[in-house]
């Protein structure tokens, strides 16, 4: 019927400043693609729940099986373990019986109340595992714990 008269210069509907190509109606997107994100997170996620479980122990000793039910624990503990040919790991290095103290002082974050674990293996010295709860103990460490496995019913 008419005209508008706006002086315009073309049909782009009254707006100034966008793209020149296809009319102008459409401007710059500013906004995330979360789809590609969650892909990465949940490719990510899977691997980390697969490979944590292996990086967990790194001193190989046979423990025994008991009927104990599994303890929860909110904090990562100390792990000393003891291998059949009687050395000595705090955490996955190996120590000598009288570093055993002055290294968990060092790294006890929580004091004398730090949780820490004892394993022996089946084959080992049961003096050694005694000697080194008994260094743990005599310097004041008060939750010591023993790791066995559970025991499977046949």
């Known amino acids: 019927m008419g005209m508008a ?4 210069g073309g049909g782009g509907g009254g707006r ?21 994100l969650v892909d990465v997170m949940l490719v990510l996620l899977i691997i980390f729940m697969v490979a944590a479980p292996m990086m967990t122990v790194g001193v190989p000793i046979d423990l ?22 009687g050395e000595i790991y705090l955490q996955e290095s190996v120590i000598a019986l009288e570093e055993v103290v002055p290294k968990l ?10 949780r820490i674990y004892v394993r022996g293996d089946t084959t080992a010295a049961y003096g050694t595992v005694m000697k080194v709860m008994a260094q743990i103990s005599a310097a004041g460490f008060k939750n010591i714990g023993l790791v066995t496995l559970q025991q499977q019913d046949e």
């Open 64 to 85: 025994p099986e008991t009927q104990a039910k599994a303890m929860n624990s909110d904090t990562q503990p100390i792990t000393i373990s003891v291998n059949p040919a």
């Open 5 to 8: 008269a706006g002086g315009n």
């Open 16 to 36: 100034r400043g966008r793209s020149r190509r296809g009319g102008g109606k459409r401007g710059l997107v500013s906004e995330i693609n979360v789809t590609p």
């Open 105 to 114: 002082e060092a790294i006890a974050t929580t004091g004398y109340n730090e």
